[in-house]
Each structure stands twice: as C-alpha cells, then as structure tokens.
C-alpha cells in the first residue's frame, strides 16, 4: 500500500531562518499532498497543498515543491517565527479516498 | 460557517465496554473521512464515507470496529469490547468532495482502562 516517510523528524531553528521538511511517497497515482500543521492538543489544520498538475506554491511564507519523477514534496517556511512551532505532517492521497500521512516533524522555533 | 464538530471530547471506559464516537461535518460536505492518531503518529486512516455510503473501509483495524452516516451527514463510529490499544484520538474530518481540502474535527480522546 502506500506509503509516506518523512524527514526529518525534528526540526530546530533560530526565528528567522528557513525550515525545510522532505517528504517521499511510493504510490505514482498519489495526486493530491497537503500539508498540515498542529498544535499540541488541537487539531490538524491544513496549511497548504499542492496538486500534480503544479510543481510548486506558494502563500505568503510558506511554499510547497513536488517533483512526481522522483515522488518527493517538500514544505518550505521562510522568515520563521515562535508561532510557527508545532508538528507539520504531509500526506498523499491515494485512490481519490484516504490521505495518508507521514509520522510528522516537530519544528521548534526559538527567538 | 461552523467547522467540523465531534463529541464526546474526551471518553474513559472500562475495558470491554462499548462506545460510540459522533461526528458532525461541515453542512454541505458530501466526503466524511475517520481517523486514529496515537501519540507521536500522524493521523491512521480508517474508513471514508461518500454521502450515506462506506466507500472504503480498509483502514478499520477489525470488526468491533464499525460506522455509519445514516443521512449523509452525521456519522457514528461504533467500537465494541474495546482494548486498551484502541486508546487514541479519534478524529474525523469532512471534504466537499473526494479530492477537495479535509478539515479536521478537534477529535475524541478515547481512553480504555
């Protein structure tokens, strides 16, 4: 079935800097990959996603990339700030149903 | 308009004990999907529905595990003799349509003693 890895699993930077997390998916028909942000004790919200047809977007400070040869994604966050800290997961849709997430990533933001 | 609501927030229960989790969607969302996220996971599927239909219930890890969505909008899931490895968050999420955006509920914390 199909299957997302994400990396790494957690992030540090200092506010300001650039965070970058990788991730893969082995499903070719995958076509949909958002991107999901949350906080401790709330729940997921969708941050931003790209479909197959792009190759990348963007919103403000955060971009997302995918490269279907190789079925990686990644989610860019420029100019991060302390709020931005939290778990971000990426998921791949599979069969137009069920998203499939990664195991997340804990980015922590220190000013 | 009013997001994605579920209920009870938090449910403890004794081993072997039936429970049932509800979920609302957004008024208007046809897709209502159910996941479990243990501590440290990302979110597991575990069975989406399309309209008052199942359409994929591979993620159900057994059969004490079951859902329904009677109308077409609200949805029960249903777990039997639960185990103490059921304990979890139970989120569900609804999407205007199959491959649209998934918005989240704030989920139920099941907690099996």
């Known amino acids: 079935g199909e299957n997302v890895e994400q990396h790494p699993s957690t992030l540090s930077v200092q506010e300001g800097d650039s965070a970058v997390i990788k991730c893969t998916y082995s499903?070719?028909?995958?076509?949909?990959f958002p991107w999901y942000k949350q906080e401790l004790g709330k729940r997921p919200q969708l941050i931003i996603d790209?479909?197959?047809?792009?190759g990348e977007k963007k919103d403000q400070r955060i971009a997302v990339t995918l490269n279907k040869t190789a079925k990686h994604f990644s989610l860019h966050i420029t100019e991060t700030q302390p709020e931005d800290s939290a778990v971000y997961f990426c998921?791949?849709?599979?069969?137009?149903?069920?998203?499939?997430f990664g195991k997340g990533t804990t980015l922590s933001v220190s000013s | 308009g009013a997001g994605v609501s579920q209920t009870p927030s938090n449910k403890v229960t004794e081993k072997g004990k039936y429970v049932e989790l509800r979920c609302d969607p957004i008024?208007?969302?046809?897709?209502l999907y159910w996941y479990r996220q243990s501590l440290g996971q990302g979110p597991e599927f575990l069975i989406y529905?399309?309209?008052?239909?199942?359409?994929?219930d591979s993620g159900l890890p057994n059969d004490r595990f079951f859902a329904v969505r009677p109308e077409g909008s609200v949805s029960t899931l249903k777990i039997q003799r639960t185990e103490r490895g059921d304990s979890a968050v139970y989120l569900c999420a609804s999407s205007l349509a199959v491959l649209s955006e998934q918005y989240f509920g704030p989920g139920t914390r099941l907690t099996v003693t």
């Open positions: 790209i479909r197959s047809n792009v």
């Open positions: 499903d070719s028909a995958s076509n949909y």
């Open positions: 529905f399309q309209g008052t239909g199942a359409a994929d």
């Open positions: 998921a791949a849709l599979i069969a137009g149903t069920a998203l499939i």
């Open positions: 008024s208007g969302h046809t897709a």
